[in-house]
């Protein structure tokens, strides 16, 4: 006799919480709920961004990638601790940002982090550090910096719409996340894994099993060989699809932690494509890390603990958190932080 089935990733279409009466309201929250409950992951339908607004970002990404790696390291990450600009295969494992051993990821990246500071000048100065550096433009391809920050403002706006779907699942009132996400540190990635000429070496994945830093991830990719896995509960690595349009949703640590892991972070990974796959196997995907502001206080919810169900971790700030977990990753000395 076997036992139940794993959880699979559902998707959800979020439209009737976006336009929709209470008790649509009610239903949406409920499946999310229900989703980052069990597996951490959802799919999104009916999230009204156009579909334009990700075309136009990923061809330039793909036009970035596609140029010769000395035009790429142009732009590459300006010091160990920005995440901005190139990072070349080799240069990150994120299997690390947990403490694991493991070979490099098999993928370059290019980043951005916010478009539009804080008003309050001194909100962003030295205090603030490494989270508002300026970010780093190639000249190549011409459009790559006026379409991505386009489908930056789109993200965040689509994040903050998460957000208040999350707020009342959590029961709280829906806009109680907006004060600690107005001025987020987040960050805008493309992810390009080549075609592999050479054969991985053991251990080595195209991204190496990790949870991801912040309050939620918003990824959108191609459909190649070599694509996203999700561990369950049980342990069982099952594959996660984003369907036409749609975009794949994942909780991050913080809101794990903010919800005394009520919800999980769930280990995923991208896999290699089939060994021999040759042409066609390259994958590119453009992922949004909505990361809460550097000094929003992560603590246990209202709702959250209680008796039998003590607070699991101790509070700490946004900032601190993103700054522990990319030094991890990327072998980084983590000299001091913010207080």
């Given at each position: ?16 919480f ?5 008790e ?22 009916g999230?009204g961004?156009?579909d ?57 990246t ?26 780093v433009w190639?000249?190549?391809p011409?459009?790559?910096?006026a ?15 998460i ?32 075609e ?118 101790p509070?700490?700030?946004s900032?601190?958190?993103?700054r522990m977990k ?14």
């Open positions: 006799m076997t036992g139940p089935l794993p959880p699979t990733v559902p998707t959800i279409d979020i439209a009737p976006l336009t929709g009466r209470p649509d309201k009610q239903r949406v929250a409920q499946a999310v709920r229900a989703a980052n409950e069990t597996i951490g992951f959802f799919a999104i339908v999230h961004v156009p334009a607004d990700f075309n136009s970002a990923y061809e330039a990404a793909r036009q970035f990638f596609d140029q010769a790696l000395e035009v790429k390291q142009e732009v590459k990450r300006p010091s160990p601790e920005a995440s901005r600009g190139y990072n070349a295969v080799g240069r990150e494992s994120l299997a690390q940002s947990l403490n694991v051993a493991a070979p490099h990821d098999m993928k370059e290019f980043a951005i982090g916010p478009v539009d500071l804080p008003a309050d000048p001194d909100y962003a100065g030295p205090r603030s550090h490494p989270h508002f550096l300026p970010n190639p000249g190549s011409p459009q790559l910096r379409v991505w920050e386009n489908y930056f403002r789109t993200m965040h706006a689509l994040s903050d719409d957000m208040r779907i999350f707020a009342v699942a959590l029961e709280l009132p829906e806009n109680w996340f907006a004060g600690k996400t107005d001025k987020c540190i987040s960050l805008l990635r493309a992810q390009n894994y080549p592999q000429a050479v054969a991985p070496v053991a251990g080595q994945l195209r991204a190496g099993a990790h949870s991801d830093y912040g309050a939620l991830t918003i990824l959108r990719s191609d459909d190649a060989p070599g694509g996203l896995q999700v561990k369950t509960r049980q342990g069982e690595w099952v594959d996660a699809a984003i369907p036409p349009g749609g975009y794949m949703i994942n909780i991050g640590d913080l809101m794990a932690q903010w919800s005394n892991d009520r919800w999980v972070s769930t280990l995923h990974r991208v896999v290699n494509p089939p060994s021999g796959g040759g042409h066609g196997t390259r994958r590119l995907s453009i992922a949004f890390f909505h990361q809460p502001n550097y000094d929003a206080v992560i603590e246990c919810l209202p709702g959250c603990s209680g008796e039998g169900n003590p607070v699991r971790y509070a700490v700030t900032g601190n958190h993103k990319f030094a991890r990753a990327n072998n980084i000395a983590l000299n001091s932080v913010e207080t």
